[in-house]
């Protein structure tokens, strides 16, 4: 099953959900669409091109589900007011993403991401990209950052110390669980409350140690090795 809404100027808000068969959306030329929502776990093939007011993309595929859905690439150059992008539990192999500078909110959970470049995307607030294959994450120019879950991976090092993450309630957590991490860096943006903070099962040393602006907090990461 294919729609095509091509050049519907007047279109603001689309959403489509329920379809099992649902495989393709044309949307380009809409230059009004603000909302776009695709929840039909099978979208395979999606053109943007001048959606120019594009700020909420959401098209879900299943990431709980070995198959996933079907989306394994996807352009978002002109969609350059995009403020929320949701992506998760689809077939991405890699996300270009650099011209959608507005982002706040990436959702990018259970694909097949090797690597992910947020360099550009400086006003983001909250990432979740678990359930991917990055061994790598550069969050040195994400000052604004808060919420981060990036576990099942294969990361080794993660760099907090630029970020806004501060571990101390539910508006500011890390869920690094699952990964390869060997070094986690928080140096003194820190206040951790174990409720809003995991790294278990991985190779950070039994106790770790966390510098912090008044004095030097121990926080042991469960399941890690002793």
């Known amino acids: 099953t294919t729609l095509n809404v091509a050049n519907c100027t007047s279109l603001t808000e689309l959403t489509i959900n329920m379809c099992s068969n649902f495989r393709s959306l044309n949307v380009s030329g809409c230059t009004s669409l603000a909302t776009l929502t695709c929840d039909t776990y099978k979208l395979a093939e999606i053109n943007l091109s001048g959606c120019t007011a594009l700020?909420?993309?959401r098209l879900l595929g299943d990431y709980l589900s070995k198959s996933r859905g079907n989306l394994s690439t996807i352009d978002l150059s002109d969609c350059v007011e995009l403020l929320h992008l949701a992506l998760w539990g689809n077939k991405l192999t890699e996300l270009e993403h650099s011209k959608n500078t507005n982002l706040t909110q990436l959702y990018i959970q259970?694909?097949?991401?090797?690597?992910l470049d947020l360099s550009n995307n400086t006003k983001l607030q909250d990432v979740n990209c678990f359930k991917?294959?990055?061994t790598e994450l550069d969050l040195t120019k994400n000052t604004e950052l808060q919420r981060l879950s990036c576990y099942e991976n294969s990361l080794k090092a993660l760099d907090l110390s630029k970020t806004n993450i501060?571990?101390?309630?539910?508006?500011?957590?890390?869920n690094c669980a699952n990964n390869q991490i060997t070094v986690?860096?928080?140096?003194d943006?820190?206040?951790v409350a174990s409720?809003?903070?995991s790294c278990a099962s991985q190779?950070?040393?039994a106790q770790l140690v966390v510098e912090i602006s008044n004095g030097t907090y121990k926080y042991k990461c469960d399941l890690n090795p002793l």
């Open 189 to 191: 943006n820190v206040s």
């Open 203 to 205: 190779d950070i040393p």
């Open 132 to 134: 991917n294959e990055l």
């Open 184 to 187: 986690l860096d928080f140096k």
């Open 166 to 174: 501060t571990c101390a309630d539910s508006k500011s957590s890390l």
């Open 55 to 57: 700020s909420r993309l």
């Open 195 to 197: 409720k809003y903070f």
């Open 110 to 115: 259970g694909n097949n991401l090797k690597k």
